[in-house]
Structures are given as structure tokens and as C-alpha cells.
């Protein structure tokens, strides 16, 4: 394992270290207001109070922050402060268990799969499934399941989200998940309410859609993102592996709970709806190339995909992603919160400006709003 982190320093080191005395002035300033907090608000003590993001992060007991910062259509920020585990700083290429953001990359590989022909967002998923039944419920031929309707939490599925599994305890497989079947810790995901009558986010419908894209491509879940997102837009940190092989280890963050105490790092066999460790770079070189899209400045997907994830479909929520605004306001955002792991991400993709921001602590929801709250001050984001 000692070696392991020596490669993991020495990567960093080569992948992203820069001078100080390199740096533009912008950048300059950039660092100023992320890290003297310009400096951070003390919101939670309702004080006008200034304090600095070393402050911060220990007021909230999050060891670990990752960030990385988009402007002009371009990555023009990554760096990391405090340890991924005890004893070891934490660096740009330091993984982290982005949670819930695994659903919005998850809708980038069913955009994907829509491109080849081989999926239809608005047919009924009953077509597709073969090695699993969807239950019987409030689904019917006139509100049937439906891809679209799963993306953006309108299907009506049960289960909001997953607790993941301790080293210790056996992980099971996903059909075991889908029917909350021993040794699952949740309960059996079905439809029970009617099929776009009304937005709840739904962690099992993600799931019923991970086992979907299995059945139509025949490929495992981690293997057919690799191919689908992670290598085609770059995101050559990341993994949808649970859990983790020995050299994607020694990258990975450890879990904190709220007393920034080290705590076991679950397993999620939930993938689509929570799998996917990665770095806020990955996550910005992925919001880079849909910004770029969009813009129809060329990418990975056409326009029309990248323009079906940025539209509402029901209460602000989007095919992947929470959609709000419109024009140069058009603001993208997702967060994620699996045990000891916090992650937000915004995007605007008129402007080509975004933040990725990944925490190793319980309380890192807390301290990243405030540090989003600083940084769209220093850039004057709307929204």
C-alpha cells in the first residue's frame, strides 16, 4: 500500500501541480477567494464573520475537500485540501464516492445507447427488461414505465436511496436488490404510484434502469460505462467498480463520519443510482464536453441529446440532472451523499462556466454550500 501512495503523489504531482509563481492572475484571485474565504461566511453562525476555508473544514469535520472550477468552456481549477485518510493529503486525483451524482453521468450513457438505436426514452421498459419482471402496480398501458420518466424521477418507483454495505456484510447482486431479497437492505423496488403523475426521487428506478442497459447490451454495468462515458469523455480516474480494485484503492478517499472520525467505506452494488467514484476533474472534463455540445461547439453526444438532459420534464428535474433558469441562466446542478462521501456539482451551459466540489466528511454538504456560496460571488454565477 506504501507503494501505492508513493504512485498516487507522484501523479498528482505530475498531473496537476502548478508553480504559484505560474499562475495568471485570475487564477491568483480564484485561489484567494476559495481559500481566505474573501473569505467564507460563517452562515450557520448567522455572522458576518469571515473565516478560511482550512477554518471551515475543520468547523465542519470534513478532512477532505476536492474542487474543480470551469470557465470559458475549459477546466481552469482542480486542486484538493486536507487528507483523503490519515496520514495522506488529498490530491486533484484523489477518488471520491460521487453518490447520486452516478445518475446524471448514468443519463449521459442512456443518450448514448439512444444515439446507437438501441434504447427509446419514451417506450415502455417492459420491452427491455428480460431477466427481470417489472412487478405489478400502478403502472398500466396508459401510464406506462418509462426511460424518460426514470431519469427524471416520474415513474413513480418506491425506494429513495441505499445505505450501501459494510466491508463485513455480503453485497448482493442487483435482482437481489430489485426484489429486497436477502442479503439486500432495502426493500423491493415497484411502482406505486401512477406513472408521470408527480415527481419523487427514486434511487430503485436507477437501479431498474442499471438492469435494463444490462439486458440490452448484453455488458456489465461498470464495463459498459467504462465504454459509454468514462473513456469517451475522458474521465480516465474513474470507476464504476464496487468495490474497488487494489490500484483504484490506493487513489480512493477514505469515509468520515460527523465527527470527521475515519469510518468503513461501503460497498454500493446500486451503480446507476450511486456507484461511481471519481475526481471533480472527471466530473468537469464531463461537463466541459456536454457544455460544448450544447453550444453545438462539437462533443461526444449531439445537441439534440444534450439538449433533452437540460430540459424540465417535472418539478426542475430533468432527464439526469435538476434543471433551472433558461438562456445564460440555465443552471445544471446535482449533489450525492453516500455514508461519509458529500458532492455537488453546477453547471451553466450558455456561459461554459461550472464547479465540481467532492468531500470525504458527513458534514461536507454544509461546508461546499458555502463554499459554492463564495465562488458565485468571486464569478457572479446566477441563479
Known amino acids: 500500500m506504501a507503494r501505492f501512495s508513493k504512485i498516487r503523489l507522484l501523479m498528482a504531482t505530475l498531473l496537476f501541480a502548478t508553480p504559484a ?57 482542480a486542486d484538493a485540501y486536507g487528507d483523503a485518510r490519515v496520514g495522506e493529503p488529498a490530491t486533484p486525483v484523489t477518488l471520491f464516492q460521487a453518490a447520486s451524482i452516478s445518475k446524471p453521468v448514468t443519463a449521459v450513457a442512456v443518450m448514448r445507447l439512444v444515439e446507437m438505436g438501441k434504447l427509446n426514452l419514451d417506450a415502455d421498459i417492459s420491452t427491455y427488461l428480460t431477466s427481470w419482471d417489472l412487478p405489478e402496480g400502478a403502472q398500466d398501458a396508459a401510464h406506462p414505465v418509462t426511460i424518460r420518466r426514470i431519469l427524471s424521477h416520474t415513474a413513480g418507483f418506491t425506494v429513495h436511496g441505499f445505505r450501501g454495505y459494510a466491508p463485513d456484510e455480503p453485497v448482493p447482486t442487483v435482482i437481489e436488490v430489485l426484489g429486497g431479497a436477502a442479503p439486500a437492505n432495502s426493500p423491493a423496488i415497484y411502482v406505486d404510484q401512477p406513472p408521470g403523475a408527480s415527481w419523487r426521487y427514486s434511487g430503485g428506478g436507477y437501479t431498474v434502469l442499471q438492469q435494463l442497459m444490462e439486458d440490452v447490451t448484453g455488458q456489465p454495468f461498470a464495463e459498459l460505462m467504462q465504454v459509454l462515458v468514462l473513456e469517451p469523455f475522458g474521465m480516465s480516474h474513474s470507476t464504476f467498480m464496487q468495490p474497488l480494485d487494489g490500484l483504484h484503492y490506493a487513489f480512493a478517499a477514505g469515509a468520515h463520519d460527523e465527527e470527521g472520525k475515519a469510518r468503513p467505506t461501503h460497498t454500493y452494488p446500486e451503480l446507476a443510482a450511486a456507484g461511481l467514484w471519481t475526481t471533480p476533474s472527471d466530473l468537469a472534463a464531463l461537463l466541459v464536453n456536454l457544455m460544448a455540445s450544447y453550444r453545438g461547439e462539437g462533443g461526444v453526444l449531439s445537441k439534440a441529446s444534450v439538449v433533452v438532459l437540460t430540459t424540465q420534464v417535472s418539478d426542475g428535474m430533468g432527464p439526469g440532472f435538476a434543471v433551472d ?44 454550500r458555502e463554499v459554492f456560496e463564495n465562488l458565485t460571488r468571486h464569478y457572479g454565477w446566477p441563479g
Open 21 to 77: 509563481s505560474a499562475e495568471d492572475d485570475d487564477i491568483m484571485r480564484l485561489r484567494r477567494a476559495l481559500e481566505n474565504g474573501d473569505a467564507l461566511v460563517a452562515s450557520k453562525a448567522n455572522s458576518a464573520e469571515l473565516y478560511s476555508l482550512v477554518e471551515r473544514m475543520a468547523h465542519y469535520k470534513v478532512p477532505g475537500l476536492s474542487v474543480a472550477v470551469v470557465e470559458d468552456g475549459a477546466t481552469v481549477f
Open 325 to 368: 433558469g433558461q438562456g445564460e441562466g440555465l443552471r445544471l446542478t446535482h449533489g450525492g451523499s453516500n455514508r461519509g462521501f458529500r458532492c455537488f456539482l453546477a453547471a451553466w451551459p450558455e456561459r461554459g462556466q461550472g464547479v465540481v466540489l467532492m468531500g470525504n466528511g458527513e458534514q461536507g454538504g454544509p461546508l461546499q
